[in-house]
């Protein structure tokens, strides 16, 4: 497939630098200043270079990129809420052209589901969304290959960053504060971690797992969310004595979705460790079906996306 790769942040270059991996072509990658593009193949190596050193990707305009021919977008721009632009704009002009769309972007499928499944039915492209839920852990295949009829609920840690400070909190007996911070300098946390600590990303992930199961009618809105900034590192010590522990949890299933501080067993599933994300598909005909691993990073995320590549039909 040709690529046509949108965002230049660590998911969009770790796409243009994976996908010869996986058998495919990039001839157009964009940020919000720049774009390149070439029919034969963008110089990935001279790419990366330049924008490992700050400087422009291309010297076109981001908009050139949809004069590519290219097979299938790849929308790896910030997540944004309420309307869900610009990405949701690029994903109406990809499928509008009857091109592919694979989404690292969760707004467009969090926030206005409908209407991108509307235009996909509409388009000769297709829409493939499974980098916006949980990094590598492959949830959407697995719910597709269960056909989303036969699955009930979804629940887990989906928000690595949060789980790396209630980890360190209950293991160092540290506070809410001083863990953040240390998660800060790691690299763990933003600089702004809002989205990770008040459960607004956890949150929008299983958003869009109800709307998988569901067909639509959930957005963030929706949602009953609380955060972990509250709990303190007592909450913590008091469930160690009675063999708990607590994670940021949450849940999707077809009537509502709520995220927030749950007590778990401390050796139990859910109780996964550092960045490390769980999730639990409960279905009618094969149990529960666990998958663990890392649900964020650029390389891993990449996966993601160039493994929703592979599924798709030639145009």
């Given at each position: 497939?040709?690529l046509?790769?949108?965002?230049?942040?660590?998911?969009?270059?770790?796409?243009?630098?994976?996908?010869?991996?996986?058998?495919?072509?990039?001839?157009?990658?964009?940020?919000?200043?720049s774009?390149?593009?070439?029919?034969?193949?963008?110089?990935?190596?001279?790419?990366?270079?330049?924008?490992?050193?700050?400087?422009?990707?291309?010297?076109?305009?981001?908009?050139?990129?949809?004069?590519?021919?290219?097979?299938?977008?790849?929308?790896?721009?910030?997540?944004?809420?309420?309307?869900?632009?610009?990405?949701?704009?690029?994903?109406?002009?990809?499928?509008?052209?009857?091109?592919?769309?694979?989404?690292?972007?969760?707004?467009?499928?969090?926030?206005?589901?409908?209407?991108?499944?509307?235009?996909?039915?509409?388009?000769?492209?297709s829409?493939?969304?499974?980098?916006?839920?949980?990094?590598?852990?492959?949830?959407?295949?697995?719910?597709?290959?269960c056909?989303?009829?036969?699955?009930?609920?979804?629940?887990?840690?989906?928000?690595?960053?949060?789980?790396?400070?209630?980890t360190?909190?209950?293991?160092?007996?540290l506070?809410?504060?001083?863990?953040?911070?240390?998660?800060?300098?790691?690299?763990?946390?933003?600089?702004?971690?809002?989205?990770?600590?008040?459960?607004?990303?956890?949150?929008?992930?299983?958003?869009?797992?109800?709307?998988?199961?569901?067909?639509?009618?959930?957005?963030?809105?929706?949602?009953?969310?609380?955060?972990?900034?509250?709990?303190?590192?007592?909450?913590?010590?008091?469930?160690?004595?009675?063999?708990?522990?607590?994670?940021?949890?949450?849940?999707?299933?077809?009537?509502?979705?709520?995220?927030?501080?749950?007590?778990?067993p401390?050796?139990?599933?859910?109780?996964?460790?550092?960045?490390?994300?769980?999730?639990?598909?409960?279905?009618?005909?094969?149990?529960?079906?666990?998958?663990?691993?890392?649900?964020?990073?650029?390389?891993?995320?990449?996966?993601?996306?160039?493994?929703?590549?592979?599924?798709?039909?030639?145009?």
């Amino acid at each position: 497939m040709r690529l046509a790769v949108l965002g230049a942040g660590s998911v969009g270059t770790s796409v243009v630098n994976l996908a010869s991996e996986y058998g495919h072509e990039v001839v157009a990658l964009a940020d919000s200043s720049s774009a390149t593009v070439d029919a034969d193949g963008i110089d990935v190596e001279a790419v990366l270079e330049r924008k490992a050193g700050d400087d422009p990707v291309g010297d076109r305009e981001p908009d050139a990129l949809f004069e590519a021919d290219y097979d299938v977008l790849v929308e790896a721009t910030p997540t944004t809420l309420g309307d869900a632009e610009p990405g949701f704009t690029h994903t109406k002009r990809a499928l509008e052209a009857d091109r592919h769309v694979v989404l690292a972007n969760k707004g467009p499928v969090a926030e206005r589901y409908e209407e991108i499944q509307a235009l996909a039915a509409d388009s000769e492209g297709s829409i493939r969304f499974e980098a916006t839920v949980g990094g590598a852990i492959p949830v959407l295949s697995t719910i597709e290959d269960c056909t989303p009829e036969a699955v009930t609920a979804v629940r887990g840690v989906l928000n690595g960053t949060a789980n790396f400070i209630l980890t360190r909190m209950a293991a160092e007996g540290l506070d809410y504060e001083h863990v953040l911070t240390e998660a800060q300098d790691l690299g763990v946390a933003e600089a702004d971690p809002t989205f990770d600590v008040d459960g607004t990303d956890a949150a929008l992930k299983f958003v869009i797992l109800a709307n998988v199961l569901n067909d639509g009618g959930f957005s963030l809105a929706d949602a009953d969310v609380d955060g972990i900034q509250n709990i303190p590192g007592s909450a913590l010590e008091l469930a160690a004595e009675d063999g708990r522990t607590i994670r940021l949890i949450g849940e999707a299933s077809r009537d509502s979705v709520r995220v927030g501080p749950r007590l778990v067993p401390e050796h139990g599933a859910l109780a996964v460790t550092g960045t490390q994300n769980i999730v639990e598909i409960e279905t009618r005909h094969a149990g529960s079906l666990a998958s663990s691993g890392r649900g964020a990073g650029g390389p891993e995320t990449a996966t993601a996306v160039l493994s929703d590549v592979g599924r798709l039909p030639e145009l």
